[in-house]
């Protein structure tokens, strides 16, 4: 826990039977309770009271063009959330028997009769989602409300895989934080829209459920067979735009410190020229490898050396991403960030075929990407120069 200047406002609720019932209490009242979830901690607050949601975008100090999506406890509990045609229904229900509780969220039509149009950025559409972690799912029931959640961190830092990470944001908020166990994935849900009258599913932002989980999945159902599966194609949106699913600003999953994706070339490999990069000095980076690629020639030269996974295993970098990010801002006297740009290791004859394949490879660029807000830099060997790319 980091040493915090001024008045801590967060009170900590224990995980157990009194612990949940006085969080379902601070939930029906309008209060704001941090909870587990599979994926990453969420801010919760009671979905259908608008005065309540609101408070959600000021403790996070999150824009309204960001909309946050609706946890419930039973397939059942999204009829009353949508307005969706039966035909919609009967896939809604089939994707769900395949994928919840799990990290699927699914964006549909809301029912503005009862959703708050906060809840969906003005957009109409609202994501919604059964999580698989039985301490989010007590607390709902508890509750007796469908539970609208973002992460619980500050608008576009990391996202928080423990209570502690929740306190160090939002220490100074008036929120409850429930205690209970680490993530198990690590990253965020996969947002999907349903687009039925296209015959198409539309994946909005990747995540901890893999797009050819969802392809197998139609394929399974004959009457569903012929839907594809796509995934938006427009990487970046501005704050100012209304988005119908979270995570698809520029810098998102950021680090307090600066952060670039890192390219090491050899000298004279570069295929163009590039630009020094100015006010970055090694010594004092965290440089973040993947496996020990570079430990032997950058070790000794950087303020710390840390590795997303030992072993270059994809899953267990796409579960510690968060963690790592938070412990390197951490880190005394360290000013930047050098995290390895696996696009580049895994696709650009980096990859002499030892990696394992992963179906999430995709979400994992995605996240690194946006943690460094699109910045990448080039590290040349043996000089150990840096460059702007």
């Not at 990290?103 to 950025?121: D, G, H, R, Y």
């Not at 423990?162 to 908020?173: I, K, M, T, W």
């Not at 198990?184 to 050819?212: A, N, P, W, Y």
């Amino acid at each position: 826990v980091k040493n915090h200047p001024g008045d801590v406002a967060a009170q900590i609720l224990q995980v157990g039977k009194a612990g949940l019932q006085k969080a379902g209490e601070i939930i029906r009242n309008g209060g704001l309770v941090a909870f587990p979830t599979e994926t990453v901690y969420g801010l919760g607050a009671d979905a259908l009271n608008e005065t309540a949601v609101r408070s959600i975008f000021t403790a996070k100090r999150r824009p309204l063009s960001d909309p946050v999506i609706i946890h419930i406890a039973d397939i059942a509990a999204a009829d009353e959330l949508v307005e969706i045609t039966e035909a919609e229904k009967n896939l809604v229900n089939y994707l769900g028997s395949k994928f919840w509780p799990g990290p699927m969220t699914l964006v549909l039509k809301a029912n503005l009769a009862k959703v708050p149009s906060i809840v969906t950025a003005e957009t109409g559409y609202v994501g919604i989602r059964y999580p698989a972690n039985s301490t989010a799912i007590e607390l709902i029931r508890e509750s007796g409300r469908p539970i609208a959640a973002p992460s619980a961190n500050l608008f576009c830092h990391v996202s928080p895989t423990s209570p502690v990470h929740v306190f160090n944001d939002l220490y100074d908020r008036p929120i409850y934080i429930l205690d209970g166990e680490s993530t198990t994935f690590g990253i965020e849900s996969t947002v999907v829209k349903v687009k039925l009258d296209e015959r198409k599913l539309l994946v909005l932002r990747r995540g901890s459920l893999s797009v050819t989980d969802l392809v197998n999945a139609l394929a399974l159902r004959e009457e569903f067979a012929d839907i594809t599966v796509e995934v938006y194609k427009k990487k970046v949106v501005s704050e100012e735009t209304h988005t119908e699913a979270p995570g698809q600003f520029l810098k998102h999953y950021a680090p307090e410190l600066e952060t670039y994706l890192l390219r090491v070339v050899h000298d004279g490999e570069h295929d163009q020229e590039l630009k020094p990069l100015e006010g970055v000095d090694l010594s004092s980076t965290v440089f973040v490898d993947f496996g020990r690629r570079h430990e032997e020639i950058v070790s000794t030269q950087v303020r710390e050396y840390l590795t997303l996974s030992e072993k270059e295993d994809l899953a267990e970098a796409m579960r510690s991403l968060y963690e790592v990010l938070r412990y390197s801002e951490n880190i005394k006297g360290a000013r930047h960030i050098l995290v390895m740009d696996l696009d580049y290791e895994l696709r650009a004859g980096k990859n002499k075929g030892e990696v394992k394949a992963f179906d999430h490879v995709d979400t994992l660029v995605d996240k690194l990407f946006r943690s460094a807000s699109g910045k990448t830099a080039v590290l040349s060997l043996p000089s150990l120069k840096l460059f702007l790319a």
